[in-house]
């Protein structure tokens, strides 16, 4: 209470309009106040009211009057100025004091005026910068996207994933180019200018898989011979042929398509596009796109080369022993060569009882080891005109010329009674290993390699279906 009452007598705490009051009592009504005492006291009894008196009272209380005006004019643009300065300091930064005179009243609306115009061109200037970090940080977050889906791209095509999953990820990734509504990509019939849909990705896409694109062949040929991509956008018209192709077509009024080549020769073309009124694509737009249709040509061209090498190889890489391919194709020549000379020819397939339940159990390492120590065993058991292969994950295979069934079957339970013998010593039950087989000859039981596996393995699941470990005829 007496915080709050002191400070209401405190003169320093009062605003400019109560001390403007105040002054004018003290300038002007207290010395009225005493010159009107004068005058009723000394003045009007010895002189009466004469008009001289009348007039220096009159023109007393006009000078008086005059000059609180003045006053009063000058704290009026003092207290205009302290109410803009609150409200711009309040954040008000579009507000501009209007300067009446030029003295030091106006000096200061004018450094005020100037103050607030800096502030606010600074404020332009921020934002501004805001904007443009704004632009720039989208845009390097553009280019991370980009470089993670390349480095995915990268991966899968190193880690020889399926050229399908490839693919998929590819266009997947070309579709956030410029935002757009769809991305394709398609594969030309050979010699000739049809394409076809093979991967397509957005909202309503499965249209295009039914799609069956045909280009006149002097645009293949000029995509083919300059290389560049082929753009429909508001600065890229085309003839109206290509345009009512993507239009009725893809549905689409803006497309950017990049051509794919293979050794030199077009083979297809991945696009994006969207149907946006008055749109143009970007330069960095193509460019990204085109990073994207030569990852795609690598991916083609290793996975080409890696069927390719599969035909090549003849040996499995884990064990040693032929692959199936070898074992299929020499099978074919021993059946041919048996039938011209009248000679047998027999086909042993074995499979590894329980073989998943003993990877689950023991892992990768040790299912390898076995399938090794399992191979040794049937090289070792066979001759060198007689040919050993694996040909799946626990499946193998044995060529015998000269050989008939019962002698293959001979060979075969051999084999069997070796595998159960050595995985025998394992303490572990889970760890022992047995086998069932199936055998066929030439020609009781076909004149063609497919004819003969398919007898062995039919057989081999006939011995495993009467309870395993044994070999069928």
């Known amino acids: 209470m007496k ?8 003169f320093a705490s009062r605003g400019l309009k109560y001390k403007l009051r105040l002054a004018l009592y003290l300038m002007a009504v207290l010395p009225l106040l005493v010159s009107v005492y004068l005058v009723s006291n000394y003045i009007l009894p010895r002189f009466g009211l004469r008009f001289e008196v009348m007039a220096t009272l009159g023109i007393s209380f006009f000078v008086a009057f005059l000059g609180f005006f003045v006053i009063k004019q000058v704290f009026d643009r003092i207290l205009s100025v302290s109410t803009e300065a ?9 507000r501009k004091l209007d300067i009446e005179r030029e003295d030091e009243v106006g000096d200061l609306g004018d450094a005020l005026n100037q103050l607030t115009n800096r502030i606010r061109n600074n404020m332009d200037e921020l934002k501004n910068y805001s904007e ?24 899968l095509i190193t880690q020889s994933a399926k050229l399908e999953e490839i693919l998929k990820l590819t266009v997947e990734k070309s579709r956030f180019i410029a935002n757009s509504d769809l991305a394709f990509l398609l594969f030309r ?30 645009m293949l040929s000029k995509l083919a011979k300059t290389g560049r991509p082929l753009i429909l956008d508001k600065d890229n018209p085309q003839p109206e042929n290509v345009k009512s192709l993507f239009l009725e077509q893809f549905r689409l009024r803006n497309v950017l398509a990049l051509p794919i080549y293979l050794r030199g020769r077009l083979v297809g073309l991945l696009g994006v ?16 796109l085109d990073v994207f249709a030569k990852q795609i040509a690598i991916a083609v061209e290793n996975d080409l080369l890696l069927h390719r090498i ?18 299929h194709n020499r099978l074919q020549e021993e059946i041919k060569r048996a039938i011209t000379y009248q000679r047998p020819c027999a086909y042993v397939l074995l499979n590894l009882d329980n073989f998943r339940k003993f990877h689950d159990n023991f892992g990768s390492l040790q299912t390898e080891a076995a399938l090794k120590r399992v191979a040794a065993i049937i090289r070792e058991s066979v001759t060198e005109i007689d040919r050993v292969g694996r040909i799946g994950d626990n499946e193998f295979a044995i060529v015998l010329p000269e050989k008939n069934k019962r002698q293959a079957q001979t060979i075969a339970e051999e084999i069997r009674k070796k595998i159960e013998f050595v995985f025998s010593e394992e303490q572990d039950n889970n760890k022992k290993i047995t086998c069932s087989g199936g055998v066929s000859e030439n020609p009781l039981d076909g004149v063609e390699a497919e004819e003969l596996v398919a007898r062995a393995k039919d057989r081999a699941n006939h011995a495993k279906q009467q309870g395993k470990n044994r070999i069928a005829v």
Do not use: C, W
């Open 3 to 10: 915080k709050q009452s002191s400070k209401r007598v405190s």
């Open 86 to 94: 609150k409200m711009i300091a309040a954040g008000d930064i579009t």
């Open 310 to 327: 599969e035909k090549l190889e003849i040996k499995d890489a884990l064990t040693g022993l032929y692959n199936e391919t070898f074992i």
């Open 189 to 218: 019939d050979e010699n000739k200018a049809v394409f076809h849909t093979k991967i397509a990705d957005g909202p309503n896409a499965q249209h295009l898989y039914k799609l069956e694109a045909e280009f006149e062949e002097a």
């Open 273 to 288: 596009g969207n149907i946006k009124e008055q749109f143009n694509f970007m330069k960095d737009d193509i460019e990204l």
């Open 132 to 155: 443009k970090t704004t632009e720039i940080n989208l845009e390097i977050q553009k280019r991370i996207l980009v470089l993670s889906s390349l480095l995915q791209i990268s991966s």
